[in-house]
Nanobody
Framework: QVQLVESGGGLVQTGASLRLSCTAS????????IGWFRQTPKKEREFVTA????????LYADSVKGRFTISRDDAKNTAFLQMNSLKPEDTAVYYC??????????????WGRGTQVTVSS
């Protein structure tokens, strides 16, 4: 079992930055790829970005390329999502998942409870 806790969300204005954290406990964090997804009440859970174990590969959704950066610190059992140039359409609950390296939710076995990001125009 892996327990995940997201933090760092909040209310910001358009163009601002936020850094989300995903902290894990339980089984070895470095064994898993980490994915970030987001969800609004009107949409299904949407892929944002993922990083493979040991961080040698990453994937990004087209909508966040060049603005968001995923990273991980396995020594601290934590993954990060640096979000720059935020837009109102980035408003969502952001979830991190641990599992296989992929762009669909079913690639991930464990999930946190999410952190709300709201970008005002």
């Amino acid at each position: 079992q892996v327990q995940l806790v997201e933090s760092g969300g909040g209310l910001v204005q358009t163009g601002a930055s936020l850094r989300l954290s995903c902290t894990a406990s339980g089984r070895t964090f470095s064994d898993y790829a980490i994915g970030w997804f987001r969800q609004t009440p009107k949409k299904e859970r949407e892929f944002v970005t993922a990083i493979i174990w040991r961080g040698s590969r990453t994937l990004y959704a087209d909508s966040v390329k060049g603005r968001f950066t995923i990273s991980r610190d396995d020594a601290k059992n934590t993954a990060f999502l640096q979000m720059n140039s935020l837009k109102p359409e980035d408003t969502a609950v952001y979830y991190c998942g641990a599992g296989s390296f992929g762009t669909t939710p079913d690639s991930y076995y464990y999930w946190g409870r999410g952190t709300q990001v709201t970008v005002s125009s």
